[in-house]
């Protein structure tokens, strides 16, 4: 069934990443089911005795318990039913880095370290340990082909490694009509959902991002400092002028003892960045230099941002 009538409280995500176990974690051998990014929805099945509620995955058939204090209450009265996010977060059963399928769901392969949080030289440890991992430069997930360059790809999968969250799917206008009568959707690619292009991205961070944890800045100098100084994700977004062409998006990433972002007189003209693309590098800076500054009327963008999420 596509379309279901919601008639239970819904709940969001107030903690990071919220742990949605099969039994409470108070029983023996209580496993996690999935991990459901901040501000996506939950619907309330069961209010227990104890701090673990019953809820299901909004738009989804899963179910499972999470700790009460991680979730809030959504007001109702001043809630879009289409703000709420694609849950878009279960792996992908023939999701690969060898492979183009499934390219809109996350990763499932456990050699792919996740960021670790634990510390600053942990978060930058780690960050350089993912980059190694995804090897945008060589795996065949990122290539460019006859149809398509691959950047949003690359940077939603290095988003949900480093534990940050941008949408890879937005709503279909059909599925967005059900949604505002009040009905849940089932995800169902190319029917009530479509990827998410660069293009469509900008607009996301400049509608959406500061509620998910983003930050806009103001140059790529101070995102540079902000990446290195806390081991967090930097991206630099631009929107074609000429809007059926793709946009761009790449990460800003932590500088290394080998790689480094290009300076003048000690100020970061071109930050260090990793993408997908026409070309795809693991790291760069200078090669591209501030290639989102083209305003080209057939080939440049109309406009830039850049964010930071810790």
């Excluded at 204090?69 to 849950?87: G, H, Q």
């Excluded at 009509?177 to 169902?188: D, F, I, P, T």
């Excluded at 479509?194 to 930050?215: A, C, M, T, V």
Aim: charge should be negative.
């Amino acid at each position: 069934m596509i379309y279901k009538k919601l008639i239970s409280m819904k709940y969001r995500v107030a903690t990071p990443l919220l742990n949605l176990r099969d039994f409470p974690a108070t029983h023996d051998n209580s496993k996690i089911l999935i991990k459901i990014p901040f501000r996506h929805t939950v619907k309330l099945i069961e209010k227990t005795a104890s701090d673990w509620w019953k809820v299901k995955l909004f738009n989804t058939e899963t179910e499972g318990f999470v700790f009460s204090r991680d979730i809030e209450l959504v007001d109702e009265a001043t809630e879009k039913s289409t703000d709420i996010e694609v849950p878009n977060f279960e792996l992908g059963a023939r999701a690969s880095l060898d492979s183009k399928e499934e390219t809109y769901k996350p990763i499932g392969d456990p050699s792919i370290p996740f960021r670790d949080l634990t510390s600053l030289e942990s978060k930058l440890t780690s960050i350089r340990n993912i980059i190694t991992a995804l090897d945008v430069s060589k795996s065949f997930r990122y290539q460019k082909d006859a149809s398509d360059t691959y950047c949003n790809i690359y940077t939603f999968d290095y988003c949900f490694f480093a534990k940050v969250y941008i949408p890879r799917l937005r709503w279909t206008d059909k599925a967005i009509e059900q949604l505002e009568k009040g009905n849940e959707v089932a995800v169902v690619f190319d029917e009530t959902v479509r990827p998410f292009y660069s293009n469509y991205i900008y607009d996301w961070f400049l509608q959406s991002g500061n509620k998910f944890g983003w930050e806009r800045i103001a140059d790529v100098a101070e995102l540079q400092e902000k990446v290195n100084a806390n081991g967090g994700v930097g991206i630099i977004c631009a929107k074609r002028i000429i809007l059926n062409k793709s946009g761009h998006i790449v990460v800003v990433v932590p500088e290394t003892d080998t790689d480094k972002a290009y300076r003048k007189e000690g100020k970061v003209i071109y930050p260090l960045q990793s993408q997908a693309g026409a070309d795809n590098y693991n790291y760069f800076s200078e090669i591209r230099a501030d290639w989102w500054s083209n305003n080209d009327p057939e080939s440049g963008y109309a406009s830039a941002i850049f964010y930071y999420h810790d």
